[in-house]
C-alpha cells in the first residue's frame, strides 16, 4: 500500500510520509487568490475556525461516526476511551446486524422499556400501543405529553398565585 486516503476528507497521503502529528491542533482555513496562467495560488489569509460551530458541523458529524467505526472495529478499545475522553466508553450499537439478537442484556432493557411505556400510559390514561413505533419511540413521545402536562400544570398554579 503506497497511499493513505483520509477517512475524514478523501485527501491521499503517502503512507511512508504522513505524520499527523506534525499538523497543527486547531481547524483552519485558508483564504486564497491565483497567481494566474498556471501559477498557482497564494494563501491571503488563514484562521481558525474553532468558534465557528457551522462550518464545524459536518466535520463533527464525520469525526463522530469515525470513531464509531474504530470503536466497532476494535481499534479504539474501553480503556484507551476512557483514558483520552475521561469518560466510560459508549456502547457502539451495531446496526448492520438484522439478526434477531436473545441477548439477556438487550431482552432486559426490552423488557424495562415496554413496563415503562405502560407505566407512562397508564399515568396518561393515554395508549402508546401504537404497533408502528418501536418501544424506544412509544417511551419518548409518553415521556414528551408528560413533559407537556408537567409545563401545562406549572403554568396553571403560576396563574392561581
Known amino acids: ?8 476528507c478523501g485527501k ?9 502529528s506534525e499538523f497543527e491542533m486547531d481547524i483552519c ?18 484562521y481558525s475556525l474553532l468558534g465557528n460551530p457551522e462550518a464545524l458541523g459536518p466535520m463533527k458529524d ?10 466497532k472495529n476494535d ?6 476511551f476512557q483514558e483520552r475522553f475521561g469518560a ?3 456502547e457502539v450499537i451495531d446496526d448492520t446486524d438484522d439478526t434477531d439478537t436473545s441477548d439477556e442484556d ?18 396518561l390514561d393515554t395508549d402508546l400501543s401504537d404497533e408502528g413505533e418501536t418501544p ?6 409518553g415521556v414528551d405529553k408528560l413533559i407537556d402536562d408537567y409545563n401545562a400544570f406549572v403554568a396553571m398554579e403560576e396563574q392561581n398565585e
Open 136 to 141: 424506544i419511540d412509544r417511551l419518548e413521545s
Open 62 to 71: 464525520r469525526i463522530l461516526d469515525l470513531v464509531e467505526l474504530m470503536r
Open 12 to 20: 491521499s497521503s503517502s503512507r511512508r510520509k504522513y505524520d499527523p
Open 106 to 123: 438487550a431482552g432486559g432493557l426490552n423488557a424495562k422499556i415496554t413496563s415503562l411505556v405502560a407505566r407512562v400510559s397508564d399515568a
Open 29 to 46: 482555513a485558508r483564504d486564497v487568490v491565483g497567481l494566474g496562467r498556471g501559477k498557482g495560488f497564494a494563501t491571503t489569509n488563514e
Open 88 to 90: 466510560p466508553s459508549p
Open 75 to 80: 481499534i479504539i478499545g474501553d480503556e484507551e
Open 1 to 8: 500500500m503506497s497511499l493513505l486516503v483520509c477517512p475524514l
